[in-house]
């Protein structure tokens, strides 16, 4: 809970992708950090976007 709270507070730069599955829906989005950013991935199990998403997926992306 602690670490969806910590990245909700971040200012999304865009959706990157959306996944839907028998299971629910994954929503790639990209925040940017400092220099770096990363993308998170939520996911919405069966789909319903009414409930609090699992963060499933965190890939830093680095800028060299």
Known sequence: MTLCLFLFSFSWIREVSTQITPHGTTI????KVGEHALNVGFFYKGSNMDVVPAVTTVIPKLKR
């Open 28 to 31: 790639m989005k990209q925040v």
